[in-house]
């Protein structure tokens, strides 16, 4: 199996990925091997106290002092029964686009584009246009840059504004005479070819009752199969003529926010896209926590492309040295919330980075007490036998995913770093995991396994702490 990750990494840029930022840590040791900012005793974001100047993606995180975000203890916590360890890597195999590989290079570099308005031409055929046409999005009325259109009875709108709604990153390059859309959240990604009627979503193809298209210079893509695809479900009115999309919602309104910004050759050639999608969390009540938690978040975003557009001398010479480039280099930030009810919210923000040979990807959790006002650790989540059964997760992953690797010490290093795990809550299930280099240099991927906890046990604790 790690031979087939690592094939499938260094020929697609497609690639679905996990990487990372949101601990409310400061570094105490040298960075990880992928260079993003990662602390190496703890695997928790690091913040750094200097902004690191043209250096590969790191992501600093601006100090937040007045949330606390405690440590996990190095002491023996508990858990009940594991399930089967899981590691989620999910990739992108589009049929109709080469993606860049370096035995395979397709596109010469002044060739690369990334318009905001594509040109005509590709399956520009006339549909019904309706001005009336209403979408709404977690309840509000969303706004956009061209009219909403009807082909063959879907409704299509500009792929930009409905994918940085449902919390994506959003990269449009041409490769040959195709033109691409992909958008990534969290471990999947999703990639579009203008006028073709399949879809790819984690790895499979689907199939589509009316494909992306390009009117009037604008990309337009079928609003209810990518709503579905990242879990949004979507309702319309045919007497109002309106479309109601729902993202999965839980204790909270959570809003996503984009930043976006590209790094350029001196010829004009975009050579490297940057984007960020961060969580705001609705605050009717004004807490001063949440406002707390949105300001770490947003300055997390501003910071990431930041430190991003310092990487460009970097860029500049990998492009130099590059006879011939698919796509646009990429750098990107993205999050995912796992948990949002009975007073717990957990969010991982994973950050991804690709500069031809240079791939790196990471993520970071953090678990909120939303009703004490704090964030959790794993010494905090109910359990039994957590530190052995989660010994015994991973022996299980490794062993069954890198034998020949997984040394006795690897074993010991395993044993000494389980406490130190990052973690999130996700449907009922503690996921334990590690980041690339952390266990083993072999492993490139975040490596996760899956136990059980005693949820209503957590609740009641939540509820006597208050």
């Known amino acids: 199996m790690k031979k087939i990750i690592i094939l499938l990494i260094s020929a697609s840029i497609l690639l679905s990925v996990a990487p990372a930022y949101a601990k409310f840590t400061t570094p105490t040791d040298s960075l990880s091997a992928n260079d993003i900012p990662i602390n190496t005793q703890t695997g928790k974001q690091v913040m750094p106290a200097q902004e690191v100047q043209n250096q590969d993606v790191q992501a600093p995180v601006e100090q937040t002092p007045a949330v606390q975000v405690p440590e996990a203890q190095a002491q023996e916590v508990q858990i009940p029964l594991i399930q089967v360890p899981v590691v989620h890597v999910p990739v992108i195999q589009p049929q109709e686009v080469q993606t860049p590989a370096s035995q395979a290079p397709v596109v010469q570099n002044p060739a690369i584009q990334s318009p905001e308005k594509p040109q005509t031409g590709i399956n520009d055929i006339p549909s019904k246009v309706n001005s009336e046409?209403?979408?709404?999005?977690?309840?509000?009325?969303?706004?956009?840059?061209?009219m909403p259109m009807i082909k063959n009875d879907r409704i299509m709108v500009p792929f930009r504004a409905i994918f940085e709604a449902l919390g994506c990153t959003v990269t449009y390059y041409?490769?040959?005479?195709?033109?691409?859309?992909?958008?990534?959240?969290?471990?999947?990604?999703?990639?579009?070819?203008?006028?073709?009627?399949?879809?790819?979503?984690?790895?499979?193809?689907?199939?589509?009752?009316?494909?992306?298209?390009?009117?009037?210079?604008?990309?337009?893509?079928?609003?209810?199969?990518?709503?579905?695809?990242?879990?949004?479900?979507?309702?319309?009115?045919?007497?109002?003529?309106?479309?109601?999309?729902?993202?999965?919602?839980?204790?909270?309104?959570?809003?996503?926010?984009?930043?976006?910004?590209?790094?350029?050759?001196?010829?004009?050639?975009?050579?490297?896209?940057?984007s960020v999608s961060y969580p705001q969390i609705d605050n009717p009540k004004n807490s001063a926590y949440i406002d707390k938690l949105n300001t770490f978040y947003a300055s997390s975003a501003e910071s990431f492309v930041k430190t991003a557009k310092n990487m460009k001398e970097k860029v500049l010479l990998i492009y130099e040295q590059q006879l011939k480039m698919v796509a646009p280099m990429e750098v990107s930030m993205t999050y995912t919330v796992d948990t949002d009810e009975d007073g717990v919210l957990s969010i991982t923000q994973h950050a991804y980075k690709y500069l031809i040979s240079d791939v790196g990807f990471n993520k970071a959790s953090n678990t909120f007490d939303m009703v004490?006002?704090?964030?959790?650790?794993?010494?905090?989540?109910?359990?039994?036998?957590?530190?052995?059964?989660?010994?015994?997760?991973?022996?299980?992953?490794?062993?069954?995913?890198?034998?020949?690797?997984?040394?006795?010490?690897?074993?010991?290093?395993?044993?000494?770093?389980?406490?130190?795990?990052?973690?999130?809550?996700?449907?009922?299930?503690?996921?334990?995991?590690f980041n690339p280099y952390r266990i083993l240099d072999e492993v490139i991927l975040p490596q996760m396994v899956e136990l059980d906890y005693d949820a209503e046990a957590l609740k009641t604790k939540l509820t006597k702490k208050k």
């Open 372 to 433: 004490n006002e704090t964030e959790l650790t794993l010494n905090d989540i109910p359990s039994a036998d957590l530190k052995t059964k989660a010994i015994s997760a991973f022996e299980a992953y490794y062993l069954e995913n890198y034998k020949e690797a997984f040394t006795d010490t690897a074993k010991a290093k395993l044993g000494k770093e389980i406490e130190k795990a990052s973690f999130y809550l996700s449907q009922g299930k503690l996921v334990l995991y």
């Open 174 to 274: 041409k490769s040959n005479a195709a033109q691409v859309v992909t958008a990534k959240k969290g471990d999947d990604s999703l990639m579009l070819v203008i006028g073709d009627s399949k879809m790819s979503f984690a790895g499979k193809q689907i199939n589509l009752d009316a494909p992306a298209m390009i009117a009037k210079d604008r990309t337009l893509v079928p609003l209810r199969a990518v709503s579905e695809a990242f879990d949004a479900s979507v309702n319309w009115d045919p007497v109002t003529k309106t479309a109601e999309i729902s993202p999965k919602c839980g204790d909270h309104k959570i809003t996503a926010k984009s930043i976006t910004d590209q790094i350029a050759a001196d010829n004009g050639t975009n050579i490297l896209n940057i």
């Open 133 to 146: 046409i209403t979408v709404n999005f977690n309840g509000e009325k969303m706004n956009f840059d061209a």
